[in-house]
Structures are given as C-alpha cells and as structure tokens.
C-alpha cells in the first residue's frame, strides 16, 4: 500500500505543488485520521492500533487502495485529501472484478481546489487498470451533481444495515 513516489498528475496540474500518493504509515502523525473524522465518526487509534490496520490492508495489495493528497511543501505536510478503492473480486461476468470508491473527503480548509476531483479521477483509473468492469460509490444526494463531474452516473438505490 505504501509509496514514496507521487502518483501522476494529471494534465494541467504540473505546477500544482499538491501529490496524490498511496497511505504511508507515516501518515498517522500527519492528521489522517483527523481527516476522515471530517466524513464520519473516526475515534484516534494509538500509532501501534494504525500500524497494524496499514499493515492488514497492505497486506490486500492492489486490492485496497487509500489514496491521500498532501502538499510536501508544507512545513507539516498534513493530509488534504483522501479516498479509498477496493476491488471486489466476483463470480459474475467471467470472474470479474468491480471497484467499490469509498471515505473521500477534502479538508474543510482546502476544499474548492479540485482535490477530491483528482483523488477520484485516479481511483478510477487505478480500477481501470486493475481489469474492473465497472466502478461504484454511494454518496448522499447532495453529492450527486459532484460525482457527475467525476464521470459517475446515478444507477439503483442503495439500501443499508448499519451495526
């Protein structure tokens, strides 16, 4: 799951100092957890609780895949952006394979800068290139017209048991 190097920009985004990279452990102590609090209740883990959680999905491959959006310019380096892939591997169509978008969410502070935009954009491309036929997220209806822009089309309902 861990990466040093930046993920590629995209056209446009050359001078942009902002890089979408993969989860690194290190990540704990720059506000990650933090970050997603901002989408859902998101309790701290101590640094050994995070350690093993990054070494479990880790150990998915190319399966689970937490993208974060950080400016290394930034004295601090906090975590702006992040979103989630994982890859459901299925029996239908041949055996193949559908990518679930989950836990995207930008800063409060640095939202209006396209981030999310560029963390899905990416997770999708990741899909792509992992062989899924199709890729799928829930979000609330506010959030429609957003995914729109990131190429998503509304299909089905979702329906929820929540523990």
Excluded: W
């Amino acid at each position: 799951m861990a990466s040093t190097s930046p993920e590629s920009a995209a056209a446009g985004e050359t001078n942009d100092p902002i890089h979408i990279r993969r989860l690194e452990l290190s990540d704990h102590e720059r506000g990650f957890l933090a970050l997603l609090s901002q989408l859902s209740a998101c309790p701290d883990l101590t640094a050994s609780e995070f350690a093993a959680r990054f070494a479990e999905l880790a150990a998915q491959g190319d399966d689970h895949v937490i993208l974060v959006a950080e400016d290394p310019s930034a004295p601090e380096r906090r975590i702006l952006a992040t979103g989630c892939l994982f890859v459901e591997r299925k029996f239908l169509r041949g055996g193949g394979k559908a990518g679930h978008v989950e836990d995207v969410v930008v800063d409060a502070a640095a939202r209006g800068r396209g981030l999310g935009l560029r963390i899905v954009r990416r997770l999708v491309e990741i899909a792509r290139d992992a062989g899924c036929y199709k890729v799928i997220l829930d979000c609330t209806p506010e959030l429609r017209a957003y995914y729109a822009k990131c190429g998503f089309v509304e299909k089905g309902v979702q329906m929820a048991v929540y523990f």
